[in-house]
């Protein structure tokens, strides 16, 4: 089997595709299933992020070489054994190749998806696998009337059992010590854009200029902004699955961020021979591009020199778990903390945004009593 990746030549509907996976038999002709597939699950299908092109397109190249090694039939789903397809996969997946336990479910979802659209494509009668009701963690405490399920789930039989490692957030030391650390002003605004709105690192590398303005010459008087994030508003921003939603972000910041735009972005803007529509800039004035990924670097290389282990996705967990503590240790009226917090990060279900209510559970009582005024008072300090 081959994978390769298209050029600008790939072109569909009259749009050109770079990057689209494509994959190969070994005669160098089209993989016709496979490609169908990628055709209607990452261009008409439920995905329309290019980020899951890589990891579809490698799944299913692992897969059919998998397939081919051992001289096996992809649509042979009644091949008579007690053991699937599929389900032999994940074994190799866990026993030959030790791949991590994520990283096995993340294949075998893409590749059930494949089977998935076999069916209805009519190219296998049945599925290689199957559902059974599974038990599932039951919420207890705070906000437990947000479980329905009755304590079950259907689950894929093939799929092992997920034990997800509760996220890592930095607690207020932490955040001190980070922050004191960053002594380059455009790498501390992007780690404050991060802990004060939870934002996902694509959601800040294309945060827009045009969102900043001076709080205290805007006729509003509010103490939290309400900041609309639209993909669709000419400004840049890209949001995940380019769903429009609203954040809300303190006066207090909101005054910092237009600070760092008068006084301190400029140094970079005049580097950029065309006017930019982000907020942050690299050190040639450009936006950062492919995602923000850099913004890992500038993150994971502060925290080193400040002697600790983070990265651009921790700081959204830090923000996300420290707002939840402070919504419930001083509940506004009317206020559903975690609905609040579903809001502000963007997740289309809020049972994603529960785990966090794991981590607010398990977290003594010395916790934040509140969170952005401390950010704030930081800023004051420096």
Not at 16 to 44: D, K, T
């Amino acid at each position: 089997m081959e994978l390769v990746w298209a050029t600008e030549d790939l072109v569909i509907a009259g749009q050109p595709y770079p990057g689209f996976p494509i994959l190969l038999w070994e005669s160098m002709e089209s993989c016709v299933p496979a490609n169908q597939f990628f055709r209607h699950y990452l261009l008409r299908g439920a995905i329309g992020s290019r980020q899951s092109w890589p990891s579809t397109g490698r799944a299913l190249y692992d897969f059919f070489s998998f397939i081919q090694a051992h001289e096996l039939d992809w649509c042979d789903v009644d091949r008579g054994e007690a053991k699937s397809l599929v389900a032999a996969y994940r074994d190799y997946c866990k026993e030959a190749c030790e791949l991590a336990p994520n990283t096995t479910r993340q294949r075998l979802t893409y590749i059930c998806k494949f089977y998935e659209y076999a069916m209805k494509e009519g190219w296998v009668k049945r599925l290689p696998f199957a559902y059974e009701e599974r038990t599932v963690r039951r919420e207890t405490g705070f906000l437990a009337h947000v479980d329905a399920s009755g304590g079950k789930a259907m689950a894929n039989d093939v799929m092992p059992r997920s034990h997800k490692a509760l996220p890592k957030f930095l607690s207020m030391a932490e955040i001190k010590s980070l922050l004191a650390t960053a002594d380059n002003p455009h790498h501390q605004i992007i780690m404050r854009l991060a802990l004060h709105t939870g934002l996902r690192r694509e959601e800040i590398a294309t945060f827009p200029l045009a969102y900043v303005f001076d709080p205290d010459k805007a006729g509003r008087t509010e103490r939290n902004l309400r900041i609309p994030l639209d993909p669709f508003d000419g400004s840049g921003m890209v949001t995940k699955r380019s769903k429009p939603r609203y954040i809300y972000v303190s006066r207090k910041f909101m005054a910092e961020l237009y600070r760092y735009v008068t006084k301190v972005r400029g140094e970079r803007a005049s580097l950029s021979k065309t006017p930019q529509k982000a907020l942050l800039l690299n050190q040639s004035g450009e936006p950062y591009s492919d995602g923000g990924k850099s913004l890992n670097r500038i993150i994971s290389e502060t925290g080193k020199r400040a002697g600790i282990k983070v990265h651009t996705h921790m700081l959204r967990h830090t923000y996300a778990t420290q707002t939840l503590v402070s919504l419930q240790r001083n509940p506004a009226n009317g206020l559903d903390p975690l609905v609040f917090l579903q809001r502000q990060l963007g997740h289309s279900s809020i049972q994603t945004t529960m785990v966090y209510l794991h981590l607010v559970n398990d977290m003594a009582d010395a916790a934040v009593l509140a969170y952005d005024d401390e950010l704030n008072a930081l800023a004051g300090a420096a």
